[in-house]
């Protein structure tokens, strides 16, 4: 009975209401490492890790992913920058899903849809913010019937030369280069010929 007596009068035992642990920085480290962690969710090559070294067969850390759930609330869900790690949060609560995790081709795949949906997210987001057009009347007057076109008579192909002399039609050369100089001798296209020529020749 004194011992009983003694430890309600020492508050430095354990079982004292009196002595409770007191967070150094009122649990900011805690929720910066908790924080840190649903955030490494996001990766799925991370959950294989965790699926291939058999953390999920571990009760305690099945019972701390269902502890985790709370970052799913608005006011700690402003917080996170990577918001898949909420749905695959969410998706390892399902024992299924734990288990198929363990293979690299669902690894794979997780990581594909992962990806898909981020190249695709901002266009599918656009068609359901932006306005669509308004539907057109469904009681429009009938359009008038197009006045017959009469067909256009040919043209009379006329030279090169003549179109060109008459200023119609712009000449394909940029500085007005005079006729029949068009390939000078330094132009590539006949300098390459000349030398096969010249091989052939010796």
């Not at 908790?34 to 969710?41: G, K, M, R, S, W």
């Not at 987001?125 to 057109?136: A, F, G, S, V």
Request: proline content about 13%; overall charge positive.
């Amino acid at each position: 009975m004194a011992s009983f007596e003694e430890a309600e009068n020492n508050p430095e035992t354990p079982s004292s209401p009196k002595k409770i642990y007191k967070d150094p920085d009122d649990g900011r480290q805690r929720f910066l490492l908790e924080l840190e962690f649903v955030q490494c969710l996001a990766n799925p090559t991370y959950i294989h890790y965790l699926a291939q070294n058999r953390y999920f067969e571990d009760e305690a850390f099945i019972g701390y992913l269902k502890y985790l759930l709370y970052w799913q609330r608005p006011e700690y869900m402003k917080f996170i920058m990577y918001p898949h790690c909420l749905y695959f949060l969410e998706l390892l609560q399902n024992a299924n899903f734990r288990n198929a995790m363990a293979h690299p081709g669902n690894k794979e795949l997780a990581h594909r849809q992962q990806f898909f949906f981020w190249k695709n997210y901002r266009n599918n987001r656009l068609k359901h913010i932006l306005p669509r057009p308004l539907p057109e009347p469904a009681a429009a007057p009938p359009a008038p019937a197009p006045a017959p076109v009469q067909p256009v008579p040919p043209v009379p192909a006329a030279p090169l030369g003549m179109l060109a002399a008459s200023g119609a039609v712009p000449s394909p050369m940029p500085y007005g280069m005079p006729p029949g100089s068009a390939f000078g001798k330094s132009d590539i296209r006949s300098s390459g010929n000349e030398r096969r020529k010249r091989k052939k020749e010796v």
